[in-house]
């Protein structure tokens, strides 16, 4: 079947593009990941190096990521194998492509399991679950809940089938092409901000009305003046540039090749310059001014920012905002419990959505394959490359496709665009793409950092990543260095993880042999779930490759 005999797809509206690029930008990220990552690197210490790096790597790769989509396009392709391919003249770059396919399946495998959570928790809000428990015993509750253990809903394997029935969701969302996606975009985004105001201005209400004797000191505007009081020792702290310039990768689903599939869809004169930024800033708005006013606030009103400071972490969400919203009384812990888990589902899924049209667009273009099939050949994918991480969530597979798909893999696969787009592709040819058709003037700022500021940015976080020095300690591991006594390397960077160095530390301490047991059990499902990813992007190359043979063929 010729690619040809498909009806061409576009989007509906430009309000529609707008707000599915930034549903595809607000995700998961925005309201987990930033206050934690916040809070681990000095609050205001780390806002001031978080909007630098919005506005040198964060903005330039929306510019990057939406004129190379759109480009693409011109040509018919709507994946970036063959978008990147198009811009380069060497047949590398669409093995580069293949990260903009790989990331997408292996950070949805995972990512659907933590819109499950969210799901579900609506279903527990709802029902008053947590109505009665301790902090503790929310937390034990979501324990439980991911080992597969009891359910109070009465469904074998709850997490298992929720995780099926969410991914069933996506796909069928997805088999209705960019209209499906499209309308999901305008009721969803409407509804997370919604949930998110609401729940940031009771934020700002609380005050210190959250007291009690076990945390006398308890005070919700604790919260906000840590994450707000600017603290400018932090621009020469690289630890916290690293995290910063990190976090924008996951804010703005830069460097999965999401934005381009989306862009391969407008035409070649419409906008890109002001749709760009509004999705961006969009996005800046839900993550800097909701993100922050709800998860470390409210802790803070509760259980005072001390305890915050010691215990956040990514399963705040999950296993402590329960037993907060029930110190509202009944009626309103019902309230924001769907509020705030709704608000999780609809980020989720609106990002989730995003990462099976790279998949679907490629499988159209090259195999002639129709929405319907790329959307259930893609939830095939998912389902197989997930389920390791459900049934073997404490065995590390998670934390494994989170590292490797969902970190390093968008490090390099932006690095490698920025080089393509302004040393190969040419800068000028570039700039000549962001500019047509702009309904706003570009400040001509963005042309030289986009050619040089950028790609050393985007260098300097993949070395940093790579070579993570011991403690994170830059300037003492510098200064060993040129003592001639070496550098020793985090068990953190990306060398020492592949060698398991971080699990082997933790195994040479154990006390135990069941703990030893464990451990080593770790790091063979690690070994699997690095098997299955590298198995996933073969697999993706080897389409690639008789894809691309198909093409000659086809011109000759």
Known sequence: MEKTSLPKEAWGSRLGLILAMAGNAVGLGNFLRFPVQAVQNGGGAFIIPYLVCFLLLGIPLLFIEWSSGRYG?????????????????????KYIGVFGIFTNIGVVAYYTYIESWSFSYVLHALMGTFEGMSQSDVALFFEEY????????????????????VLFINIYILSKGLGGIEKVAKIGMPLLILFGILLAVTAYRMGDSGRSAEFPDANAWDGFDFLWTPQFDSLTNPKVWLAAAGQIFFTLSVGMGTIQCYAAYLNSKDDIALNSVSAGFMNEFVEVVLGSAIVIPIAAGYLGIDWVLENAGFGMAFQTMPFL????????????????????????????????????????????????RGAYSFGLLAL?????TVLFYQQGVFEEYDYWAGTVS???????????????FGINKGWSEITTGADIKVPQVYKFIIKYITPLLLLMVFLGALITPEGNDWAGNIQSLFSGQG?????????????HSDIKIQLAASKSQEESQILEE???????????????????????????????INIQ
């Open 73 to 93: 396009g011109k040509f018919g392709n709507h994946s970036t194998p063959f978008i990147l391919d198009s811009m380069g003249k060497r047949a590398v770059w």
């Open 146 to 165: 991911i080992s597969l253990g009891s359910s109070t809903l009465g469904i074998p394997l709850e997490p298992l089938i929720f995780y099926i029935l």
């Open 325 to 372: 919203f029930q110190q509202w009384g009944e009626v309103f812990a019902a309230i924001a419990g769907v509020s705030w888990f709704g608000l999780l589902f609809f980020a989720g899924i609106t990002s989730s959505l995003a990462m099976g049209t790279p998949w679907m667009g490629f499988m159209r273009d090259e195999f002639g394959w129709g929405k319907k």
């Open 384 to 388: 197989i490359m997930g389920l390791p």
């Open 410 to 424: 968008l490090v390099v696969f932006a690095l490698m665009e920025s080089i393509l787009f302004a040393w190969v």
């Open 487 to 499: 550098w020793n390397l985090d068990p953190s960077s990306i060398i020492e993880k592949l060698y």
């Open 522 to 552: 770790k790091i063979w499902y690690s070994n699997f779930a690095r098997t299955l990813l590298i198995s996933l992007f073969l697999l993706i190359c080897l389409l690639v490759f008789y894809a691309n043979h198909k093409r000659k």
